[in-house]
């Protein structure tokens, strides 16, 4: 008879303290998407309704009048900021206040991924980004981009032969991140792999796995952002430990190798053992100005204060080294990837941008030695290149959000007058994607327009934020931008693209997973091109 009674008031108890915090906006004044007991505003996103980067951002479109607004992921309260202005301010002049990022990954559990400048966070964070700084200038991409150019046009010499002049059918996902890994494989670890050929060697399959984003991997990785203290609380890892194990190996075998033999190559291992040594820092400044951007997308850079804080000696590590290196990895093969595969979409569905693209990329070609391998400068001055990659990161933004955790109580004015104070502890989360969907910014925002970008002192720049913005933004922008570059040009100099039979046109995106990618694949039809 007790546990008659006993089960429903157990029962209501449970659902009023779901509830409990459900107020927290009401209180504050601040309009805020109306939670689902227990859910909060992610039920849609459990239920895969929707992507969680729209989930995320439901209320930047319901409340189009205000700079932020609340919502509750599951009973916690948490900000979304309306505002690209005052992402900004977040950002930059304020960062202070907004210095982490919400997931909490353990280093006992994620050794690597723990470690990789996304994750870190305090004095480890300063201590990584202002070593990494110096390693990401335009001068230093250029000296890697010869082997980037290497990688890439060998590959694309192995797909025009096994083409036999004959149109192709593919997936173009499975062969840019093959193309990328071999790229990466060279640039981060200094190890030539051929993906094409050999098609289940060890560097592309550990590879995959590093690069997952969707299943339990992606899964995780979401858990990580949405539900921080529970995905500490139960000592999850997002990484598998034979991916641990096997990067950790193959860049302590690397080093000593290098050291036993006095070995320089111009990657990122090279660069990071110079960082490791301090033997970067003469170099900080040696920039010049036709290297200092890659294009109109390229992330600006911050200086960072690298000082330890006191009583704490941070030094980098083999498997600092490590961390760093198979984070850009995973970077130069998930988002470049991504940005490549519609980028190709909307070449293949829009001709006449291919046609100029083409065009532009064929001009370039005449002025080279050998009318074949491009150089970094001849890819920066390619205007309507850069025009057609920017508009791509515009209209499919790789990364749809992003988030800050409130380390200080931060106040600022609303745009009625108010004063609204995100307290202490509180996340915040930015929808860059909406922000770049948002015609108040980038009028008929749905079409795919690279004239966006043909005058840049009409793009509204606090509202493009492919990359980030602040102190925290994607320190790899150059090489990402570089790499999907150069993949393009030897494409397109090789191939056409065409929309191939198994191709869903408009593209459907596949809202189960983490990152951006096509319910249905990418499939396209590649036609050699008699050049």
């Known amino acids: 008879m007790l546990l008659l009674w006993a089960l429903p008031v157990a029962l209501y108890l449970l659902y009023r303290w779901s509830i409990a915090t459900y107020d927290y906006f009401e209180k ?15 039920w849609a996103f459990f239920s895969q309704e929707k992507h969680a980067v729209d989930v995320a951002s439901e209320g930047y479109y319901l409340f189009p009048n205000t700079r932020i607004s609340g919502l509750f992921t599951l009973r916690t309260p948490a900000y979304l900021v309306h505002d690209p202005v005052l992402y900004k301010q977040m950002a930059i002049t304020d960062f202070d206040h907004f210095a982490d990022h919400v997931s909490e990954i353990s280093i006992e559990h994620d050794p690597i991924l ?9 004095a480890r964070w300063r201590h990584h980004r202002a070593g990494l700084s110096q390693a990401f200038t335009g001068s230093k991409m250029r000296n890697m981009f010869s082997l980037l150019s290497k990688s890439a046009s060998e590959a694309m010499q192995r797909l025009v032969v096994f083409s036999r002049a004959e149109p192709i059918s593919m997936e173009l996902r499975d ?14 670890f200094g190890v030539e792999v051929d993906s094409l050929t050999d098609r289940d060697n060890e560097f592309f399959l550990k590879g995959k796995r590093l690069a997952k984003v969707d299943g339990l991997p992606g899964l995780k990785l979401l858990i990580s952002t949405i539900m921080p203290g529970l995905f500490k609380f139960l000592r999850l890892s997002v990484l598998y430990q034979d991916v641990n194990e096997f990067y950790l190996d193959a ?13 320089k190559r111009p990657d990122f291992i090279h660069l990071l053992l110079q960082v490791r040594k301090n033997e970067l820092n003469g170099e900080q400044n040696e920039d010049d100005a036709p290297l200092a951007s890659a294009g109109f997308s390229t992330a600006e850079t911050h200086t960072v204060d690298g000082t330890d804080d006191a009583g704490e000696k941070l030094e980098w590590r083999d498997i600092d080294i490590t961390a760093a290196a198979a984070s850009f990895f995973f970077g130069g093969i998930e988002t470049t990837t991504t940005l490549l595969c519609f980028a190709s979409y909307e070449l293949a569905v829009n001709p006449s941008i ?9 001009a370039a070609r005449n002025e080279l030695d050998d009318g074949i391998t491009p150089t970094y400068e001849v890819l920066q001055r390619m205007k309507f290149m850069d025009m057609v990659v920017s508009e791509t990161l515009r209209r499919w933004a790789p990364f749809g959000s992003t988030n800050r955790r409130c380390t200080k109580d931060y106040t600022f004015t609303n745009y009625d007058g108010t004063q609204i104070t995100i307290e202490k502890g509180l996340n915040v989360s930015i929808p860059l994607k909406a922000f770049h969907l948002d015609e108040k910014y980038f009028p008929d925002p749905l079409r795919f327009d690279p004239e966006r970008f043909s005058d840049l002192t009409q793009i509204k720049q606090d509202a493009y ?7 925290r933004n994607c320190i790899g922008s150059r090489l990402a931008l570089m790499q999907a570059k150069c993949f393009l ?16 046109i408009p593209i459907v995106l596949d809202e189960t997973s983490a990152g951006l990618n096509a319910k249905h694949g990418f499939w396209m039809t590649l036609v050699p091109r008699n050049v």
């Open 28 to 42: 504050r004044n601040v309009p805020f998407v109306k939670p689902v007991p227990f859910f909060g505003q992610v």
């Open 114 to 122: 723990a470690r990789s400048l996304f994750f870190t966070k305090g």
């Open 175 to 188: 062969l840019y991140s093959r193309l990328g890994n071999d790229a990466m494989s060279s640039i981060s």
């Open 251 to 263: 860049v302590s075998t690397n080093i000593r190798y290098r050291e036993r033999n006095a070995l």
């Open 354 to 362: 291919q046609a100029r693209l083409r065009a532009e990329i064929d």
């Open 465 to 471: 934020v492919p990359f980030g913005t602040g102190l």
């Open 489 to 504: 040009f030897y494409m397109l100099s090789n191939f056409a693209i065409e929309p191939g039979p198994k191709l869903t």
